[in-house]
């Protein structure tokens, strides 16, 4: 039987975002190695709580709280055992924002000091899609834009759109506790990594100010957002 000695997060970035701090880390291969990983970074409380998951969800999940407990460490924030709500999301300190994303190899978290704003965090491998996803993923005003781009421009639109749309959809969970679709949310991508919100959400949801921020990072799409009740009544985007 193979032996896997304790090891640390492999960070593949950090970085300081306008809405908060993001870093990702590796997660390794095989499952011994993901366990050795999960002995050295997490509480054992934490780990024991999820350990009845399937292999490759405790590969993720498991990369996902590396990267949560990197980032929180990182801002010198405490936190003991992280576990989950009703809603799968981490239970975090107070005062503390949070969000996890992951791919086949990579585990993303955005935390942020806030109080009364959430966040949300996507990453994605950037290959273009089918643009055929674009009618599912896309609302109609979405669509108009998207169809007016070079058809070489589209794909890797609508895979940018789609990540953003990730995103706030994890920021907006904790104010309105359900599932949102695809087509709740509108989003018009600007140069320099901003974003054009609009939100078509449920009556007496909201309104929320929602701003979206998202780059292109070493082959990912990686994509944040910030949510919070809107003031006086007003939905804005930033």
Do not use: Q
Not at 128 to 144: G, K, M, N, Q
Request: charged share 25%; net charge neutral; with cysteine.
């Amino acid at each position: 039987m193979a032996r896997w000695r304790a090891v640390e997060a492999d960070i593949v970035f950090d970085l300081e975002l306008a809405h908060g701090r993001c870093v990702g880390v590796r997660i390794p291969a095989l499952p011994g190695a993901v366990e050795a990983l999960a002995e050295s970074m997490l509480p054992a409380l934490e780990r024991n709580a999820h350990s009845t998951r399937f292999a490759a969800r405790r590969r993720a999940w498991v990369g996902g709280r590396v990267a949560l407990r990197r980032t929180l460490t990182l801002l010198d924030i405490d936190a003991p055992a992280i576990l989950s709500d009703d809603r799968g999301a981490p239970m975090l300190p107070s005062g503390v924002a949070a969000s996890i994303s992951h791919k086949d190899w990579i585990a993303v978290a955005l935390v942020a000091r806030e109080t009364e704003a959430r966040v949300g965090v996507d990453v994605e491998t950037d290959i273009e899609p089918s643009f055929a996803i674009a009618s599912r993923v896309l609302a109609d005003d979405e669509l108009s834009e998207v169809e007016a781009l070079d058809s070489t421009a589209r794909p890797r639109e609508v895979l940018v759109r789609f990540s953003a749309k990730e995103a706030v959809y994890k920021a907006l969970d904790p104010f309105v506790r359900r599932y949102v679709g695809f087509k709740e949310v509108s989003i018009s991508l600007l140069p320099a990594g901003d974003a054009v919100v609009r939100s078509h959400l449920r009556e007496k949801e909201g309104p929320f100010t929602i701003g979206v921020r998202w780059r292109r990072h070493d082959g990912l799409v990686l994509t944040t957002a910030r949510v919070t009740p809107a003031v006086c009544g007003v939905d804005t985007s930033g």
